[in-house]
């Protein structure tokens, strides 16, 4: 057995993130778009905007200074949905599959009945008019949020032209009582808004200073902890995946993000982008407003949406039916999801179809920050579905794409082979879960490590599981934590250790097997090393097979 030197793996290192970064996709987003599908599917407007799909097939988009609303179809053709449209510039439909629209012109959140009509949702806040509607989103519970900056009157297009607040407002109307509620009003420039797909955050883009903001979102609508989340020069529309991965239409194309603000790369677009939307009939197209036409590219996920994981615990189960039944007969919208998209008025069985069709399927769980599925079938790389943190596959390991617990799994040599991700997780700054199924391995060998930290997971030297994630004392260092579960039987088994702040847990197979306390634990920032020890000892290595290696920052139990 040799050991690797990792001066020599760091300058390997460097040169791969180096030529990736040359290339404009160092972090990722080519793993999310589908290549050579970039087209555009229309063109000949003077400025569109606030794109949207409705699920009978068909994409909304305006063009704020020719006044019109046009719609296209899926076999090219292209018509005026609405004109005149009041200046309308950001869409989106409501629950019901009721058009709202944001208007420069009325100064007003408009709602298109089924028959056609148009009724005003909010047009003064305080006895005053509203500046100039901008872009909007829906909640699942109906209630609407949208931004207020003057861009329409500046322009010409707003009537009366005076601007009568003294601020530009970000705002939620409720279809409950019918009530604007100002939710910021020290914003500059307020524009384009996305909801997390748990809808426990909603991210804002303030145009001016180039920032993306992230706020969370109360179970009463109301907005708390602002943060900082992105820059972007001059961010307009936006929209989000469902991993969470943010799109911001700015300048020369859409900025993606992942759910931790790491830029992941570009989508280029040879107009000026404005705005994007998710639709098609697998919800994986993102279609983009730019310049004087309308594009689309295809991508490997689909664009949030609302799931029935009604308590926000990242899993369909009995609460959640719990949960339906309460609301039964009822036409809350939050719970009428059936029939898709919008529902039909009531909670009753066909909500209760759509719910049972979530079951066992995975879903967003906003605390997973790296995941690792080892399902590829070739090549030295192993992609971190959650971010960019992808892992360099160092030694010969084979590829074992029908052989893993969950689809393909990565089997080591016990020799040289191991993976190394530019991922860091500080276990000294809160509690952290992770967790890998694994089957084989040896007395002393490893399954996940930190370079120039301590063995994550680990087998004692008779099999059993270990961890030396430990308070240090002293400069000596801390007591690791054994347990008397044997491993290394050649069966798969799920490995977990859990801080929660105050104790340290192992699982296997989901059952805890040592627990102690601690007042903290020892701090370290290295990249994540998955089949090897923290230097590549010899003996270290991981002889086996190592299956969805998952970190999350929160406390995960059975």
């Known amino acids: 057995m040799r050991q690797i030197d990792f001066s020599r793996v760091g300058l390997f290192l460097i040169g791969i993130v180096g030529g990736f970064a040359l290339s404009g996709q160092a972090a990722g987003i080519d793993k999310l778009v589908e290549a050579d ?33 046009y719609q296209w179809m899926p076999d090219g053709t292209v018509e005026a949905f609405r004109s005149p449209s009041e200046y309308a510039n950001g869409l989106t439909f409501d629950r019901q599959g009721r ?78 009582d019918e009530a604007l509620v100002l939710l910021a009003a020290d914003l500059n420039r307020p524009n384009g808004l996305a909801f997390s797909p748990d809808e426990t955050v909603l991210y804002v883009a303030e145009t001016t200073s180039g920032t993306i903001y ?123 999801i059936g029939p898709g998209p919008f529902g039909d008025g009531i909670v009753d069985g066909a909500d209760l179809e759509v719910l049972m069709g979530y079951w066992g399927q995975e879903l967003y769980d906003p605390f997973l920050i790296a995941h690792w599925l080892l399902d590829e079938t070739t090549g030295m790389f192993t992609v971190n579905s959650v971010s960019g943190d992808d892992g360099i596959v160092l030694g010969n390991p084979v590829w074992q794409p029908e052989s893993g617990h969950v689809k393909g799994a990565l089997e080591f040599d016990g020799i040289d082979d191991m993976i190394i991700a ?25 399954i996940l490590s930190q370079e120039n930290g301590v063995n994550w997971l680990q087998l004692d030297v008779d099999g059993t599981l270990m961890t030396e994630l430990a308070e240090s004392f002293r400069q000596i260092a801390g007591v690791p934590l054994y347990s008397v579960t044997v491993i290394a039987d050649d069966n798969w088994h799920r490995l977990g250790f859990v801080w929660d702040g105050s104790q340290r847990i192992l699982y296997v197979d989901d059952i805890p097997v040592a627990l102690d306390s601690q007042s903290g634990l020892d701090s370290s920032t290295g990249g994540l090393i998955i089949g090897a020890g923290p ?16 970190i999350y920052d929160r406390v995960v139990t059975p």
């Open 37 to 69: 599908s970039f087209e555009r599917i229309a063109t000949g407007f003077n400025f569109t905007e606030g794109p949207v799909w409705h699920p009978d097939g068909y994409l909304l988009c305006s063009d704020v200074r020719a006044n019109t609303i």
């Open 99 to 176: 058009l709202i629209t944001c208007e420069h012109r009325t100064r007003r959140i408009s709602r298109t009945e089924p028959d056609g009509t148009t009724v005003t949702l909010a047009g003064e806040y305080d006895g005053r008019h509203l500046n100039s509607p901008n872009d909007t989103v829906v909640k699942s519970d109906g209630s609407v949020y949208f931004t207020d900056p003057p861009w329409g009157l500046l322009s010409g297009m707003g009537g009366p032209a005076a601007q009568e607040l003294p601020f530009q407002g970000l705002y939620r109307w409720s279809p409950d």
């Open 214 to 336: 992230a706020y969370d979102v109360q179970p009463n609508g109301l907005l708390v902890n602002r943060r900082g989340f992105a820059q972007v020069s001059g961010p307009d529309g936006m929209t989000m995946d469902m991993r969470g991965n943010l799109y911001v239409a700015s300048g020369s194309g859409v900025q993606v993000f992942n759910r931790q603000g790491t830029f992941l790369g570009r989508i280029a677009t040879p107009e000026s982008a404005r705005n994007c939307t998710f639709g098609g009939d697998d919800h994986k197209t993102l279609f983009i407003t730019a310049g004087n036409s309308v594009y689309r590219v295809q991508l490997t996920v689909p664009g949030a949406r609302p799931t029935p994981d009604f308590n926000g615990d990242g899993k369909i189960d009995t609460a959640d039916i719990s949960i339906m039944a309460d609301h039964w007969k009822t036409d809350s919208p939050r719970y009428d």
């Open 422 to 446: 530019n991922f860091s997780l500080n276990p000294e700054e809160g509690p952290f879960s992770v967790f890998a199924w694994i089957k084989g391995g040896a007395p002393g060998q490893v």
């Open 535 to 550: 230097g590549g000892q010899a003996g270290t290595f991981f002889s086996g097979l190592i299956d969805d290696v998952r």
